[in-house]
């Protein structure tokens, strides 16, 4: 075997291990018993020092200096081999397995704490993990030669910066500031909405999330739909599993969350089979992964010509008056702009502001110019800026969501970056297939997702996030598609 085919047979047993976590990490999330979670961190742990010691083996380091590529791909996958030797020798295997235990406790902890209200049952934990995390970056920036912060941004998205997006994030809130009272106020003039008449039993809210699914073309002959506290997509690209929750008085909760996580579902499907298990084979990143959860929610699920064809379906499946459910009142209830706490039921011209808090946040704790302690009071504070709201209790505010508790630092700013991407997508999308309107008012998907097939699923790894909206749009993240988008759906009457 030549050095490259070695490095392939290595890091197709990396990639194996780490579908094994994955899994793991689903059980953990939908079905685990709450008395499992001592010992899954004992074998997330494990799992990882297991990855960890392949990655840092001596035999990768010199095939790593012996090995030449066949091919472009066979270069791009001997690239992100180096990048993740680099990464993982920055560690030692202690920390990496102290870290899977701290955040495997913590995430269970939160649990509790996030239905008590109670951030102090949590901020021991919490403080355990930041703790931790900060050796981490400050591990992989010396290695990296990248700020600390950086550093962590780095493993989920390469490439990108909080340099990067900090002038980013400052123009969105600058545009925010103007823009959402405008749309507030021609929100009013147009009136409310009439609500859906619920209840909506369970039982047929699953099927129709199940058949949306299909709709979009997942595949659940390669696909699970579970139930969790906080939806998320996981599993392997054969074996894509997908969470929601439930709610027998607003069906939006459940069904918009099953098509923004089976955007994700869709790109994993579509990942090349050729470099499954190798690095090139992998998403292109967590903002180029947003992009394609966003895209296939906000930008075609929820639009004029989709919502047609969905009320239809909804009107189908749970009965009563009709006019609840016409496309233009399906609107009005689901692009709704509206000032909240909870960044997950935020619209989206509010929601790049709830990013924009925790990325500013994140970052000075891990720059240590905050401490856990003041995360509360910090977070408060910064939302009454952003929105001019402040939340009534940590359940509300800086307990909502499990990255930090699950040691996700750097991974907030992939959000904004990623809705960003979807709307210049799309855009991209429109200009080459002009009856892609049409083809979304009856339901038809197919199109759309073959495009994007063809211009990011497939793609894997090989491009970095801002090559690989480059190729499929000819040019790099441009941020004024996102801002037209939502001028064109919120600001004019």
């Keep these: 075997m030549s050095a490259y085919d070695r490095l392939t047979a290595r890091f197709a047993r990396i990639g194996a291990l780490g579908e094994a976590a994955g899994m793991l990490h689903w059980d953990a999330s939908a079905m685990m018993p709450p008395g499992g979670g001592a010992a899954r961190g004992e074998q997330l742990a494990a799992l990882a020092g297991l990855r960890h010691e392949l990655l840092v083996s001596p035999e990768v380091s010199l095939d790593l200096g012996e090995a030449t590529a066949p091919g472009p791909w066979e270069q791009a996958n001997l690239e992100l081999m180096r990048h993740a030797h680099l990464r993982a020798t920055a560690l030692p295997t ?24 109670d951030f102090g049952m949590v901020r021991p934990h919490l403080a355990e993990v930041v703790r931790l ?26 490439g990108v910066t909080a340099d990067d997006v900090d002038p980013v994030f400052s123009a969105y ?11 507030e106020a021609i929100q009013a003039r147009r009136g409310p909405a009439l ?33 969790s506290l906080h939806p998320f997509c996981g599993g392997t690209p054969t074996d ?48 180029a992964h947003e992009s394609q959860s966003l895209i296939v929610e906000m930008q075609a699920c929820r639009s004029d010509a989709f919502l047609q064809f969905l009320g239809t379906r909804l009107h189908g499946a749970f009965g009563g008056a009709a006019e609840p459910y016409a496309a233009a009142n399906l609107a009005k209830l689901w692009r709704r702009v509206e000032r909240g706490f909870i960044r997950v039921d935020a619209d989206e011209m509010t929601y790049p502001a709830h990013v924009i808090l925790r990325f500013r946040l994140e970052r000075a704790l891990i720059e240590g110019r905050l401490e856990v302690a003041e995360l509360p009071e910090a977070w408060n504070a910064g939302l009454a800026k952003a929105l001019g709201i402040t939340p009534p209790n940590d359940a509300l505010g800086c307990l909502q969501d499990i990255h930090w508790h699950d040691g996700a630092f750097g991974y907030f700013p ?16 429109r200009r080459a297939e ?19 097939g063809r211009h990011v699923h497939g793609e894997g790894a090989r491009l970095g996030f801002q090559d690989l909206l480059r190729a499929a749009t000819g040019k790099p993240l441009d941020p004024s598609d996102f801002t037209a988008h939502l001028t064109a759906r919120y600001l004019t009457d």
């Excluded at 992939?414 to 999308?429: D, E, F, R, V």
């Design 94 to 117: 202690a920390l990496v397995e102290a870290v899977e235990r701290a955040n495997s406790a913590c995430e269970k902890v939160w649990r509790n704490a996030k239905a008590s209200a």
């Design 133 to 158: 995390q900060r050796e981490v970056a400050q591990g992989l920036g010396e290695a990296l030669r990248m700020a600390p912060y950086d550093a962590l941004m780095d493993g989920y998205q390469r």
């Design 173 to 183: 809130e600058s545009w925010l500031a103007e823009a959402l009272p405008k749309a």
């Design 195 to 227: 609500p859906l008449p619920g209840p909506f039993p369970v039982a047929a809210q699953r099927d129709l999330c199940r058949a949306m699914a299909q709709v979009v073309g997942l595949d659940f002959d390669h696909a699970r739909l579970d139930e």
């Design 240 to 287: 894509v599993r997908i969470t929601t929750f439930y709610d027998e008085a607003n069906v939006a909760k459940a069904l918009l969350g099953v098509l923004h996580e089976t955007g994700h579902a869709m790109y994993e499907r579509g990942l090349p089979e050729a470099f499954a298990r190798q690095p090139v084979g992998e998403a292109a990143g967590m903002a």
């Design 414 to 429: 992939s959000y904004t970056l990623g809705a960003m991407a979807a709307a210049q997508l799309m855009a991209a999308l």
């Design 434 to 452: 002009p009856e892609v309107d049409a083809q979304l008012a009856c339901g038809e998907m197919a199109p759309m997702m073959a495009w994007l």
